[in-house]
């Protein structure tokens, strides 16, 4: 058996990580980098500290509008796969690469198995709505993380596709918060003071708008602790592009962290503000509450268990990060680290 998995950005790549290492003992795994993300910080020091096989193809697209990144990725990787004839072509969670990859694949009469389906924001502002909804549609196979995605794909026909693996995010974060728990933490947060909340911010909701991410800025060094703020370079750029002052009272400037280095920095926190999809998750994971930069989450899970809180309004921002910490909970709707394992049955079963 032969799978292509498809990749692109940060996200992806962490996925990545226990699934090439499951696939690799039921057959031959092709990894495919977009380039989607193609600053070293976001994919090479993945691949590395991961332990991820270098990408056998690397397609170099690098950015773009969200239409001409997706056609050249488009055009790209369909000469790859009808070079690689697969078997399985396997897709990732919601960018432009997911979308691109599947629908090149279906062209070409491929089979198609989508990792992380069935999230939905009901959000259709948000571009990774439309690349999840899309591509699980376009799917053969639907690999869903949660009871919640199986009902989802339920709601829209899918069933029949369907089969709940668990999410393979567990899997690589609860591996690396046992091999991190006990080390230093990452030198460019080992002078912040104890107790200080980790916050990133990179969507395009909250950064394409100057007056919306002033304000979310703003409410962040509001915070009555330090906040340790891993800059995206989309937040650079966006913040150069608009005169905007990045650094500001309170905050802690820093480049974005190494996977491992990131859960450190979590287990090291008294709370995370994000928006981002992955850390929201791995907030609950490594039991650090979390508040969530947007109207809605993919992961309604962690906010019913009192761990993430949904916060629209910059100016609420403080109240909300420093709410009470949350009742302890057992619960593990995410799975317990064995979904890359059951991913690499089902492809091998069907």
């Known amino acids: 058996m032969r799978i292509v998995s498809v990749v692109g950005a940060r996200p992806q790549f962490v996925k990545l990580a226990p699934v090439a290492e499951a696939v690799a003992s039921v057959g031959e795994h092709i990894i495919v980098h977009t380039g989607q993300h193609y600053d070293p910080r976001m994919s090479d020091v993945f691949f590395a500290d991961l332990e991820i096989p270098q990408p056998d193809v690397h397609l170099g697209i690098g950015s773009g509008s969200h239409g001409a990144q997706t056609g050249a990725m488009l055009a790209a990787l369909e000469p790859v796969l009808v070079e690689q004839k697969p078997d399985w072509v396997l897709v990732y969670g919601d960018t432009n690469s997911t979308l691109a990859a599947a629908l090149a694949a279906v062209k070409q009469h491929l089979p198609v198995a989508h990792l992380e389906a069935g999230l939905r924001s009901f959000?259709?502002?948000?571009?990774?709505?439309?690349?999840?909804?899309?591509?699980?549609?376009?799917?053969?196979?639907l690999l869903a993380p949660t009871a919640r995605a199986c009902a989802h794909l339920a709601q829209e026909g899918l069933a029949d596709r369907t089969v709940e693996v668990g999410d393979v995010m567990t899997d690589v974060c609860l591996r690396v918060r046992d091999a991190v728990a006990d080390g230093p933490l990452p030198s460019s947060i080992a002078d912040v003071p104890p107790g200080f909340v980790l916050s990133t911010l990179h969507r395009a909701e909250n950064t394409d708008d100057p007056a919306r991410l002033d304000a979310l800025l703003a409410g962040l060094a509001a915070v009555s602790a330090p906040v340790v703020l891993a800059a995206h370079p989309r937040l650079r750029a966006k913040t150069e592009a608009y005169g905007l002052p990045l650094e500001r009272p309170g905050l802690h400037i820093v480049d974005p962290l190494p996977y491992p280095a990131l859960v450190r920095a979590v287990l090291a926190s008294s709370a995370v503000v994000t928006d981002s999809g992955g850390l929201q998750k791995e907030s609950f994971l490594l039991r650090r509450k979390c508040t969530t930069m947007r109207p809605e989450t993919e992961w309604p899970e962690?906010?019913?268990?009192?761990?993430?809180?949904?916060?629209?309004?910059?100016?609420?921002?403080?109240?909300?990060?420093?709410?009470?910490?949350?009742?302890?909970?057992?619960?593990?709707?995410?799975?317990?680290?064995?979904?890359?394992?059951?991913?690499?049955?089902?492809?091998?079963?069907?």
């Open 302 to 350: 962690t906010v019913e268990l009192g761990w993430n809180a949904l916060c629209d309004d910059p100016a609420a921002l403080p109240s909300v990060v420093e709410r009470p910490d949350p009742a302890a909970t057992t619960v593990a709707p995410y799975g317990t680290g064995t979904a890359a394992r059951r991913v690499a049955e089902v492809l091998a079963a069907r």
């Open 123 to 141: 959000n259709r502002r948000m571009p990774e709505e439309h690349n999840r909804v899309l591509t699980d549609h376009a799917a053969d196979l």
